[in-house]
Structure formats: structure tokens, C-alpha cells
């Protein structure tokens, strides 16, 4: 009987390690997309551009009130592209107008800078610096979605 019974323990013991084991193991490998930061998502995507695009990130300008620091500049033939990366979670409100948009996640809310704002104050100081030129503004979410239409300009 006691055979029976510490048979049956080791089993069940057994089973529950082989559970948590599996746990652990989804949970340190989810879903690979999550395991990478979105400066290392964004740098993997730009460097798929190919050899006609010049790609440089963490970009230090000198401004009128201050310095500004701008997450990537990618110069083409086709123009220079200014583009600021959010590594926020949740979902995006807002309008590209305004100056404020929210942050609902988990149900708490919080409100950030509209981003275009600061794309486009990026864009002003690289034209005092290197003259006109053709410039495309972007706004990358990483980790968010996108709730509201904020324009072609703005992807998630």
C-alpha cells in the first residue's frame, strides 16, 4: 500500500515540475518580437533598406534651446527622413493636432507630448544645420497601438 501511495506521489510530483518547467520556459522565450527592445526592432528594420540608404541613429543637434537628441536620420535620394521613436505600451489617443495625446494602459491613463511636435522641432534644427532639403517626418510606436488616425506619418 505505502508502495501505491509514494508511486502516486512521485507522479504527481513529477507532473508539477514538468508544469512549472514549461512555465518558465514560455515565459522567458514568449514571443521572440517582445524579447527586443524597439531601438534594436527599428535599427533591424533600417538596416534591411539597403545600400542607397545612409542610416544614422542617436543623432546629437545643437539648437537654439539646447541640444536635441533625434532617434534616427536615414538620408535617400528621395529626401532625409527625421524619425522619432516611442517605446510606449498601451493605446494611443489623440489627434495630430493636438498637443497633448493619452496613454490608456492596463486602464491607467497618462498624457505625453504629442510627438510630431518634437519630430518637427527636429526637423527645424537639421534645416538650420545642413540647409533645405527634402525632409520626411515619421513617428514610430514600438510597443503601441494606434487608436486614432494621427496620418500616414505615424506608425505603430
Not at 515540475?17 to 533591424?44: C, D, M, P, Q, W
Amino acid at each position: 500500500m505505502i508502495e501505491v501511495v509514494t508511486a502516486y506521489w512521485i507522479k504527481i510530483f513529477a507532473t508539477l515540475v514538468v508544469f512549472f518547467i514549461l512555465i518558465i520556459f514560455f515565459l522567458r522565450n514568449g514571443n521572440a518580437k517582445s524579447r527586443i527592445s524597439g531601438a534594436e526592432l527599428v535599427t533591424r528594420e533600417l538596416g534591411r533598406l539597403g545600400e542607397n540608404y545612409k542610416i544614422f541613429h542617436d543623432v546629437i543637434v545643437r539648437s537654439e534651446r539646447g541640444m536635441l537628441h533625434i532617434d534616427y536620420v536615414v538620408v535617400s535620394s528621395h529626401g532625409v527622413f527625421v524619425l522619432t521613436r516611442c517605446d510606449l505600451s498601451g493605446k494611443i489617443f489623440g489627434n495630430k493636432d493636438d498637443r497633448e495625446w493619452k496613454v490608456k494602459t492596463k486602464g491607467v491613463e497618462d498624457t505625453i507630448l504629442n510627438p510630431l511636435w518634437e519630430n518637427r522641432k527636429h526637423i527645424n534644427a537639421l534645416e538650420k544645420k545642413i540647409g533645405p532639403r527634402p525632409f520626411i517626418p515619421g513617428v514610430i510606436f514600438t510597443n503601441a497601438k494606434l487608436v486614432d488616425d494621427f496620418g500616414p506619418i505615424v506608425v505603430s
